[in-house]
């Protein structure tokens, strides 16, 4: 490291859990953040501020007014372009040394594959139970560290699922085929911070799978009611007829 990067992460290298060291390995890691909505805003924008040297992200939509009221990494001059690029654009100016790969499309079969297969972790910051799957199966395959996160209403909850660990649940063991396969931020709402708060929380996982640092939530799910400000820590074991991660598929 440079003396501009031990000023400029200084404040995180004098934790003694993560040091110079720790500090070189988010600057050598590379983090997937699929959808730059609510929970990929802050998401990108930690985990660039905090060092991680390389982030790829994907969105195949563009900017829209009705975003900009959570979705944090967007501007409004940025109304009509693609999220990726007003995403990239905004990391730019945080962190003009971190290296941006974006995917204006929606990834699916061996492009997704392709794509979890060359980072370290992936951050699931999308809306929709099909993404969900498709994202965990692919990680799952490639043997990838998953950062999964959800929110609505003035709820949300985070999940970390590692397929390295052989006792580590996955995404479908958490949620079945179909479960509130219509709740999303556009039919029910969703509170402007409550995204914020679980994206951040997603970044910070990140960060903890790739520095070693801490206890990930790996077999745990981490819930949040705002409106009560109530959080709850619930352990989720591996499903073994889990049709993704199961002994018996």
Same mark, same amino acid.
């Given at each position: =490291?440079?003396?501009?990067? +031990?000023?400029?992460?200084?404040?995180?290298?004098?934790?003694?859990?993560?040091?110079?060291?720790?500090? %070189?390995?988010?600057?050598?890691?590379?983090?997937?953040?699929?959808?730059?909505?609510? +929970?990929?805003?802050?998401?990108?924008?930690? +985990?660039?501020?905090?060092?991680?040297?390389?982030?790829?992200?994907?969105?195949?939509?563009?900017?829209?007014?009705?975003?900009?009221?959570?979705?944090?990494?967007?501007? *409004?001059?940025?109304?009509? %372009?693609?999220?990726?690029?007003?995403? @990239?654009?905004?990391?730019?100016?945080?962190?003009?040394? !971190?290296?941006? !790969?974006?995917?204006?499309?929606?990834? /699916?079969?061996?492009?997704?594959?392709?794509?979890?297969?060359?980072?370290?972790?992936?951050?699931?910051?999308?809306?929709? #139970?099909?993404?969900?799957? *498709?994202?965990?199966?692919?990680?799952?395959?490639?043997?990838?560290? $998953? &950062?999964?996160?959800?929110?609505?209403? =003035?709820?949300?909850?985070?999940?970390? #699922?590692?397929? /390295?660990?052989?006792?580590?649940?996955?995404? /479908?063991?958490?949620?079945?085929?179909?479960?509130? @396969?219509?709740?999303?931020?556009?039919?029910?709402? &969703? +509170?402007?911070?409550?995204?914020?708060?679980?994206?951040?929380?997603?970044?910070? *996982?990140?960060?903890?799978?790739?520095?070693?640092?801490?206890? !990930?939530?790996?077999?745990?799910?981490?819930?949040?009611?705002?409106?009560?400000?109530?959080?709850? /820590?619930?352990?989720?074991?591996?499903?073994?007829?889990? $049709?993704?991660?199961?002994?018996? =598929?």
């Amino acid at each position: =490291m440079n003396d501009e990067q +031990l000023l400029r992460y200084s404040r995180q290298i004098m934790l003694p859990e993560l040091d110079i060291d720790g500090q %070189e390995k988010l600057g050598r890691a590379n983090v997937l953040i699929i959808g730059l909505g609510g +929970l990929g805003s802050p998401a990108a924008i930690y +985990l660039a501020a905090a060092g991680i040297g390389e982030v790829t992200l994907v969105d195949e939509d563009v900017v829209d007014l009705s975003n900009l009221q959570r979705q944090i990494v967007h501007r *409004e001059a940025s109304i009509g %372009e693609p999220k990726v690029a007003s995403a @990239e654009n905004t990391i730019k100016q945080i962190s003009s040394e !971190t290296k941006i !790969t974006t995917i204006a499309t929606r990834l /699916r079969g061996d492009q997704l594959l392709e794509t979890v297969s060359h980072v370290d972790v992936v951050v699931d910051a999308t809306d929709n #139970f099909e993404s969900r799957y *498709e994202i965990n199966d692919a990680c799952i395959s490639t043997q990838t560290p $998953l &950062v999964s996160g959800a929110a609505i209403r =003035m709820e949300g909850h985070v999940a970390v #699922f590692d397929p /390295r660990e052989s006792i580590s649940p996955c995404y /479908r063991c958490l949620y079945e085929q179909g479960d509130n @396969e219509n709740l999303n931020c556009a039919d029910n709402g &969703v +509170l402007a911070p409550v995204v914020g708060i679980i994206g951040t929380i997603q970044a910070m *996982e990140a960060i903890k799978i790739i520095s070693g640092i801490g206890e !990930t939530l790996c077999g745990h799910v981490l819930y949040m009611d705002a409106k009560r400000m109530e959080w709850r /820590r619930l352990k989720l074991l591996k499903n073994p007829q889990c $049709l993704s991660c199961g002994s018996t =598929m």
